[in-house]
Nanobody, 115 residues
Framework: QVQLVDSGGGLVQPGESLRLSCATS????????MAWYRQSPGKQRELVAT???????KYADSVKGRFTISRENAKRTVYLQMNSLKPEDTAVYYC?????????WGQGTQVTVSS
């Protein structure tokens, strides 16, 4: 059974940091491309960052220089370090694992940035 469990969200003030985690089971984690997406109310889900099996990373322009995606294959976990958070980063953040036609999602974790 495949499971992706997102955690680490919360309420923070502008300028603060959070680290999201996505712990996986049931997949050969090391060969999957892992990603973080986010969705705000009334908006489409958008891609935030990806990291492939070669540790190549890509970021949305809106988070470049502030967010860092990383993975720890031994723990089958992917992380999203979010620094200098802004109110517009408020969203539910979802982890995704993809390989070929297979795609799996975490349940999401809420991030709220507000003073």
């Amino acid at each position: 059974q495949v499971q992706l469990v997102d955690s680490g969200g919360g309420l923070v003030q502008p300028g603060e940091s959070l680290r999201l985690s996505c712990a996986t089971s049931g997949i050969l984690f090391s060969i999957y491309t892992m990603a973080w997406y986010r969705q705000s109310p009334g908006k489409q889900r958008e891609l935030v960052a990806t990291i492939d099996r070669s540790l190549y990373t890509k970021y949305a322009d809106s988070v470049k220089g502030r967010f860092t995606i990383s993975r720890e294959n031994a723990k089958r976990t992917v992380y999203l370090q979010m620094n200098s958070l802004k109110p517009e980063d408020t969203a539910v953040y979802y982890c995704n694992g993809a390989l070929g036609s297979s795609s799996y999602w975490g349940q999401g974790t809420q991030v709220t940035v507000s003073s």
